[in-house]
């Protein structure tokens, strides 16, 4: 039986765990038959980990990830259990009894964007007893070098096949270029390594080189589509231009405020910027918006699962003005699948989502006159608008979370059957 944090007994020495070293061959053996096979076509269900130092109550592209991730695998007959950080007295969590909280959650400043980081008590030794309890086929780590949680699970993951996703992107890394040395042995250690594009493959071979398979963020189509209904009180006659994210400086929330500007003055239609996201900065953008601007800015802070899709649903367009430092963009995904055209920033992240002139509009990121003039362009043009959601909505199809779940279960598949095939030798 595997004990939440909370309910385990005080002294730790009363409940060790000792795990015996077994081959991947015996392992699976002792859960339930023969080694599965790439090529047999036999499927297997196997019993998961996934670690994750983001998670609800904390939205984000990886919260998002891990969920549907794991939903759309236990609809695949395995067994899946969501490791994270736990946030103090917010309780609301939308998980049952799949998700074990260890730790507390903190935002600290990283890469231009606040990042998640796990603190608490012993956090590696209760890791290590968690996952040898509970005798995982496959422990999934999401940002698997990055301290504290992650990196516990990835030091301490045992006999499990060990799979690492890699979400980040950017320039450079002070952490894995101080850390490179300790952090390689560790990176060594998967049997399995995923990145969601092209930029976070690159950035983590950057430091520790490797192979990488190319498994994408997803997004749900039946969720967000475009029949969902709209707001009530954006079905007003403006034409709405609409953010979500956290408000952080790397998501350029700054730029589009400013942006906005032009657009209400040049538009020939009333328009309105809706921001969706909370954080620590939101109060700061909030002041940049200048007195006979803001019955046309609406900062809604974080929206209710249920009211995310209507809010796309109610968006002329969707506009993602990041600087930098994005590897994919979920938030890009939801809007296509909504059927509504995009603004975003032309960087490498964003380009492996939306091709420029089809699903929407790329431009230089920054550039407030390039911004306005894409936007414009939308507004002003319904049937392009028509046009460019409906393609975006065909793309978004491919990108199905049912899709890349199954591509991951695959790779499970074939990490277990070359780790039997090893451990025979």
Known sequence: MIHPPEAEPRNPTATKCVCKTESAETAQTRRGGEPPSAESGVRRRFNIAIVTHAYYPQYGGVTEHVHHAALELRKRGHRVTIITCGHGGRANYPEGNNVIRLGSNVLIRYNKAYVNLTTGWNVYGKMRRLLCQGQYDVVHVHCPLVPVLPL?????????????????????????????????????????????????????????????????NGVDPSRFNPDNPPIEELADGKLNVLFVGRPDPRKGLEYLIRSMEIVRSRSKS???????????????????????????????????????????????????????????????????????????????????VVTNGQEGFLTKPRDLEAMARALLLLLDDRRLREDMGAKGRQKALRYSWAKIAEQTEQYYVEAMASKAGRSRK
């Not at 002070?174 to 399995?192: C, N, Q």
């Not at 493959?201 to 990488?212: A, L, P, Q, S």
């Not at 968006?315 to 963009?329: Q, R």
């Open 152 to 216: 516990a699970a990835t030091r301490t993951a045992g006999d499990a096949l060990l799979f690492g996703t890699f979400h980040a992107s950017a320039e450079s890394s002070a952490g894995y270029f101080l850390f490179k040395p300790f952090l390689k042995r560790y990176h060594r250690k998967l049997d399995g390594r995923i990145a969601v594009s092209e930029p976070a493959r690159d950035f983590v071979r950057k430091y520790f080189g490797g192979d990488y398979r190319i498994i994408p």
């Open 270 to 352: 009333p328009v309105r910027l809706v921001v969706i996201g909370d954080g620590p900065k939101r109060r700061t953008y909030e002041a940049m918006v200048g007195k006979r601007h803001r019955d046309s800015v609406l900062f809604l802070g974080s929206v209710g699962v249920d009211l995310l899709p209507r809010y796309f649903s109610s968006a002329h367009a969707f506009c993602s003005p990041a600087t930098g430092n994005e590897s994919f963009g979920i938030v890009l995904l939801e809007a296509m699948a909504s059927g509504v055209p995009i603004v975003a920033s032309d960087i490498p992240g964003y380009r492996t």
